[in-house]
């Protein structure tokens, strides 16, 4: 699907007070940034920001990052944060944006940086070429291993079901393990307690397409 360009977004993404223009002069640092010790959560791939904002606002203990390659998404983003923090007593302080490309991710964060990776409604890059551009695939799973805490986890959640079966075969190929899997996320329970949906998830669920979430953790 072709996105529609915002004039003016890079202009005013670089202008933002919430978003990081050199993100790479935070490497091992982010903790410094937020001024706490408190725990770093990112999404790769954040869109329009709805899931990382809302998580931001319910848990005001764990520092946020999301990451977004295309400035006419991200800058909606940016609309909900200044909407959000318009007049209030209280902003929301521990949640910053990123517009970078997710390959380059390692220039960003140091080993054991990050505590948890959100993964939601990625490209599917349908493409076999494209495989390795998936951020769910082995060679994205070795990437996010440079940073990601010993203890830490990927959360995955999609409704592309050949997207949702590659990630499942590529796990144990990247050395990591399966923690949890359903195919039917908002009929289950246990895995849709405290969910919170993400613009598609919302819009594809509304057309009675199945949610798909899996938790990866490093093989132990």
Same mark, same amino acid.
């Given at each position: 699907?072709?996105?529609?360009?915002?004039?003016?977004?890079?202009?005013?993404?670089?202008?933002?007070?919430?978003?990081?223009?050199?993100?790479?002069?935070?490497?091992?640092?982010?903790?410094?940034?937020?001024?706490?010790?408190?725990?770093?959560?990112?999404?790769?791939?954040?869109?329009?920001?709805?899931?990382?904002?809302?998580?931001?606002?319910?848990?005001?203990?764990?520092?946020?990052?999301?990451?977004?390659?295309?400035?006419?998404?991200?800058?909606?983003?940016?609309?909900?944060? /200044?909407?959000?923090?318009? *007049?209030?007593?209280?902003?929301?302080?521990?949640?910053?944006?990123?517009?970078? %490309? !997710?390959? @380059?991710?390692?220039?960003?964060?140091?080993?054991?940086?990050?505590?948890?990776?959100?993964?939601?409604?990625?490209?599917?890059?349908?493409?076999?070429?494209?495989?390795?551009?998936?951020?769910?695939?082995?060679?994205?799973?070795?990437?996010?291993?440079?940073?990601?805490?010993?203890?830490?986890?990927?959360?995955?959640?999609?409704?592309?079901?050949?997207?949702?079966?590659?990630?499942?075969? /590529?796990?144990?190929?990247? *050395?990591?393990?399966?923690?949890?899997?359903?195919?039917?996320?908002?009929?289950? %329970? !246990?895995? @849709?307690?405290?969910?919170?949906?993400?613009?598609?998830?919302?819009?594809?669920?509304?057309?009675?397409?199945?949610?798909?979430?899996?938790?990866?953790?490093?093989?132990?």
């Amino acid at each position: 699907m072709r996105l529609r360009n915002v004039k003016g977004s890079r202009e005013t993404i670089a202008d933002s007070p919430y978003t990081i223009n050199e993100p790479e002069l935070q490497k091992a640092k982010w903790n410094e940034f937020f001024g706490n010790d408190h725990p770093i959560h990112i999404e790769v791939g954040m869109g329009k920001g709805r899931f990382i904002t809302e998580l931001a606002q319910k848990n005001p203990r764990i520092n946020y990052i999301g990451i977004e390659k295309y400035s006419s998404v991200l800058v909606r983003a940016l609309e909900k944060m /200044e909407l959000l923090n318009s *007049g209030q007593d209280n902003p929301v302080t521990n949640l910053i944006f990123i517009r970078m %490309d !997710a390959e @380059n991710i390692c220039d960003v964060f140091a080993p054991n940086e990050v505590d948890r990776i959100y993964l939601n409604f990625s490209d599917p890059w349908p493409k076999d070429r494209h495989a390795k551009r998936r951020l769910t695939s082995k060679e994205f799973f070795r990437r996010y291993d440079q940073f990601l805490a010993q203890n830490g986890r990927i959360e995955f959640k999609t409704d592309n079901r050949p997207l949702f079966d590659f990630s499942l075969e /590529e796990i144990p190929l990247a *050395g990591w393990t399966l923690s949890a899997c359903t195919f039917d996320l908002h009929h289950d %329970d !246990a895995m @849709n307690e405290g969910n919170i949906m993400t613009e598609y998830e919302e819009k594809f669920s509304s057309l009675g397409n199945p949610i798909y979430k899996l938790i990866a953790v490093r093989a132990q």
